[in-house]
């Protein structure tokens, strides 16, 4: 499927809006039957206008189709490397795992730092996927080297 390109920045501040609006999922799968959406499903959500109902109850389906929308990976990454940890090995691939790192990341209380060991607040979410969309269109911005 052909979508039209859209820039990581404009699908990462989609993305948290539909995360403020629906509500964001820290159970299993990627989403929940009352819309609330995982962060990755959120940012497929926002390059594709859709949420396949995969998303809540097959994860290997879910995974499959965020993996092969190249737009949804673009921002995926680009969110995974403003975080302020690393993101795991796939075993399996021996690469980054992009996704694992953003599923865990809004509900695990460690990369906080917060003395209470909470997870981060839905506004903590949605500041730093928008530090996240500054960050790339920031890159984009910028100009090649040799131009000029």
């Not at 990755?40 to 859709?50: D, L, M, N, W």
Request: aromatic residues 4%.
């Amino acid at each position: 499927m052909d979508l039209p390109r859209t820039s990581t920045g404009t699908i990462l501040r989609t993305a948290a809006h539909i995360l403020n609006y629906y509500g964001l999922h820290a159970g299993r799968q990627f989403a929940s039957v009352d819309g609330r959406l995982d962060v990755c499903a959120a940012i497929f959500r926002a390059v594709t206008g859709k949420t396949p109902n995969c998303f809540l109850t097959d994860e290997d389906a879910s995974l499959l189709q965020i993996q092969v929308c190249e737009p949804a990976m673009d921002a995926i990454r680009m969110l995974s490397a403003v975080l302020p940890t690393l993101p795991p090995t796939d075993l399996n691939t021996g690469t980054d795992d992009h996704i694992e790192h953003i599923c865990h990341w809004a509900v695990t209380p460690a990369w906080t730092g917060n003395a209470d060991n909470q997870p981060p607040t839905m506004p903590e979410v949605i500041g730093l996927i928008l530090r996240a969309a500054q960050a790339a269109d920031t890159i984009t911005a910028a100009p090649h080297r040799n131009a000029a």
